[in-house]
């Protein structure tokens, strides 16, 4: 299993055993991680399970691909570490990663 941490806004720290393959916002949702609404199930057709990747995982990460890009622009407060959880897999290069749900969804 690897480690995943989804800190909320309000700071509350959610520490997660996922399994690699699946993605930071299935995790969030079925382990009801407050904040991450995710209104399109996954499909990058939306912006409701916006996160800001912690800094020093940001470049582990990577950046976001086009549509993932275009889908941002809808997104509330975009940093430039933000991502849509939706689209980040979860991997042994990601073990320990650490991602911020922010104020509000889109």
């Known amino acids: ?51 800001y990747v912690d800094d020093e995982w940001a470049a582990a990460v990577g950046a976001p691909e086009a549509m993932e890009e275009d889908m941002l622009d809808f997104a509330y407060d975009v940093r430039p570490t933000s991502r849509l959880s939706c689209q980040i897999k979860m991997s042994e290069a990601l073990d320990g990663l650490v991602v911020h749900v922010p104020e509000r969804q889109a």
């Not at 393959?21 to 079925?30: K, P, W």
């Not at 991680?33 to 996160?51: D, K, L």
């Open 1 to 51: 299993m690897t480690k995943l941490t989804i800190v909320a806004f309000d700071g509350t720290r959610h520490e997660l055993d996922v399994e690699n393959g699946s993605t930071v916002m299935e995790n969030a949702v079925r382990n009801s991680v407050p904040g991450i609404e995710a209104e399109c199930g996954g499909a990058c057709a939306c912006a409701t399970c916006h996160v």
